[in-house]
């Protein structure tokens, strides 16, 4: 069994309201990380985190369930907490031991009940926030008005770093402000392609990575003076940012995932 060191570990609390794929997603990193070698589903009552007999009856989680993965040599421990509100004291007791908080939000609800309730508690515990905007392959699917919603109740520190090209049914590309390029994801298990941003992308993309910029740059004065005075970061400058900015809680990045589909 590999030995990892301490710096080699994150520990990650994944919550959110009910139905937002805390528990698909949970299974789409295990796939990825090699821990499992088949998916399992919700609807197919077989996922590793819902095992129990009241999960599987009603196929949605009731106690938070300790998993791991792996990605780039790093174990990601993983919490996945419970989405109604009756089982919060599962989240709490989550958050209590875990390093980041990983929000899992319904890109066809936006921000419910479950996600103000549990943010509440991070605030509370002081635990960094990193926001994935889920089920962007439904039909339904808003990125937009989730990200307005974020806004509204978080607050400004709320930073786009990627946004969905064509969310709705057909989903497969994202922009990725750090890189400035456009992922496009495989429907067949082949690689991601990283891909020049379409012509018609580049203003948006250039507007949300200026804030992106901006706000990555607060959190770090060596930064905001470069920013000030080059009037743009490298992505190693924005990363560094980031980082920062999660720790204390001044920056909030917003991701883009679909994990019933393995993109993101």
């Given at each position: 069994m590999k030995v990892y060191q301490t710096s080699e570990i994150r520990n990650l609390a994944l919550i959110g309201g009910a139905k937002s794929g805390k528990t698909t997603l949970a299974?789409?990193?295990?796939?990825?990380?090699?821990?499992?070698?088949?998916?399992?589903?919700?609807?197919?009552?077989?996922?590793?985190?819902?095992?129990?007999?009241?999960?599987?009856?009603?196929?949605?989680?009731?106690?938070?369930?300790?998993?791991?993965?792996?990605?780039?040599?790093?174990?990601?421990?993983?919490?996945?907490?419970?989405?109604?509100?009756?089982?919060?004291?599962?989240v709490i007791g989550s958050l209590r031991v875990a390093d980041t908080a990983l929000m899992v939000v319904n890109a066809q609800s936006g921000v419910d009940v479950g996600t103000e309730i549990d943010w509440r508690w991070t605030k509370k515990m002081e635990k960094p926030v990193i926001f994935a905007v889920n089920q962007l392959d439904h039909d339904k699917a808003n990125f937009d008005e989730a990200l307005r919603q974020l806004k509204h109740h978080f607050g400004q520190a709320v930073t786009v770093v990627q946004y969905p090209v064509n969310a709705g049914t057909g989903f497969d590309s994202v922009i990725d402000l750090m890189q400035m390029k456009m992922l496009k994801f495989p429907t067949n298990g082949g690689k991601v392609e990283i891909l020049d941003i379409p012509a018609g992308e580049k203003a948006k993309a250039e507007e949300l990575q200026g804030i992106l910029m901006e706000n990555a740059a607060a959190n770090d004065e060596s930064l905001m003076e470069i920013f000030f005075d080059k009037g743009e970061l490298s992505e190693e400058e924005i990363s560094r940012g980031l980082k920062a900015g999660v720790i204390s809680r001044g920056l909030f990045p917003v991701f883009c995932v679909a994990a019933k589909t393995d993109q993101g």
């Open positions: 299974e789409a990193m295990l796939f990825q990380g090699g821990v499992i070698t088949r998916r399992g589903s919700v609807d197919d009552k077989n996922t590793v985190s819902d095992y129990r007999d009241i999960e599987l009856e009603r196929k949605n989680s009731v106690t938070a369930t300790v998993l791991y993965s792996e990605f780039q040599g790093m174990k990601i421990n993983m919490i996945d907490c419970p989405g109604f509100d009756d089982f919060i004291g599962e």
